[in-house]
């Protein structure tokens, strides 16, 4: 395989969630391109599994798709180098006032490959213990239980299609419903 070298990264916008670049490349062919770059300090996500085997989803605005979204609890890490583990039990018992003593990593996805280096853990939480809500000032959550089959169903049917809970859904189904 050949090479790409970068030859430069400009910031072009600081967020709150990503940072934008702007990156001049050099590919195989001796062609000079411009690519953009989404820097993601990363994030994780937790399939939460209830005694009787029901999986608490949250219900969330999300601006980007105008429209509230049926998703697994995730966030984002607090710091570069925070360990996924951490992010996964703090997101579990902030979106869903449950927390558990036991997280076992399941599949660990890159969100956008084109573009983004967004890298989110996905857990497995089982063993709940109820707890408390710790929700930001500007989030609204609601907490829903389903089965997987019910779940499953809502991706076959495209009412889910957030990536990383289609790929925490389909594996956890693969991993531990057979």
């Known amino acids: 395989m050949k090479k790409v070298e970068r030859l430069n990264r400009k ?3 600081r967020g709150a969630v990503i940072d934008v ?7 195989p062919n001796g062609n ?3 690519w953009d770059f989404i820097g993601h300090l990363g994030a994780a996500a ?3 599994v209830l005694e009787d085997g029901r999986i608490l989803m949250v219900r969330q ?6 429209r509230f979204t049926l998703e697994l609890p995730a966030g984002k890490l607090d710091a570069a180098g925070e360990p996924m583990e951490v992010c996964a039990a703090r997101e579990l018992e902030e979106e869903t006032g449950y927390r558990s003593e036991n997280l076992e990593l399941l599949i660990t996805v890159n969100t956008t490959v084109a573009f983004c280096n967004e890298k989110i853990g996905i857990y497995v939480a089982k063993n709940l213990i109820p707890s408390h809500q710790h929700l930001d000032e500007e ?3 609601e907490v829903e239980a389903f089965t997987i089959d019910e779940l499953t169903d809502m991706i076959w049917e495209q009412k889910m299609t957030d990536a990383k809970t ?4 389909l594996a956890y189904r693969q ?3 057979r």
Not at 61 to 66: K, Q, T
Not at 166 to 169: I, R, S
């Open 11 to 13: 910031l072009a916008y």
């Open 46 to 48: 937790v399939v939460p």
């Open 175 to 177: 991993k531990y419903c």
């Open 61 to 66: 605005y999300r601006n980007a798709l105008d």
């Open 139 to 141: 989030e609204e959550i």
């Open 21 to 27: 670049y702007q990156d001049t490349v050099r590919v």
């Open 32 to 34: 000079i391109a411009q």
């Open 166 to 169: 289609v790929a925490g859904l």
